[in-house]
């Protein structure tokens, strides 16, 4: 007599639901590693959602000015690492690039003015220009 496997159903864990598939959504899981990613029905999810922003300057960097230490993250931020690139050397100033994690440009930081897209932060000028 062969042996029948069968897979849980939606009744095995989920005992109540809103009305219209209220407790549903559609999401994109991503494989992380590059490896096959494998969901079983009533498989616990979470989602990453971003959380507070850090400065760090990249190695080589010249100039020796600061960014506002932990930047206010705006409800258009997108977890991930932000790059400012300095695309206008100036004396005591100069204006940076803003690009988002996908590389997409936001907008362009201008020293000493705050800059609010995705991220609310100031670029001061310090004593060695960029």
């Not at 095995?12 to 079983?40: C, F, H, M, P």
């Not at 616990?44 to 760090?56: D, E, N, Q, Y």
């Amino acid at each position: 007599m062969p042996v029948l496997t069968e897979s849980k159903r939606l009744g095995d864990w989920l005992k109540w639901e809103q009305e219209n598939q209220y407790s549903r959504d559609i999401v994109t899981v991503l494989a992380g590693s590059g490896a096959d990613r494998v969901l079983t029905s009533g498989m616990v999810l979470g989602r990453a959602t971003k959380g507070t922003a850090s400065a760090a300057a990249a190695a080589g960097n010249t100039g020796n000015g600061t960014i506002t230490a932990n930047p206010t993250v705006g409800q258009a931020a997108k977890a991930g690492v932000y790059q400012l690139v300095c695309i206008e050397p100036a004396t005591n100033g100069g204006k940076f690039s803003v690009e988002d994690p996908d590389g997409i440009l936001i907008g362009i930081a201008t020293v000493g003015v705050q800059f609010a897209a995705h991220l609310t932060f100031t670029i001061a000028d310090g004593g060695v220009d960029f």
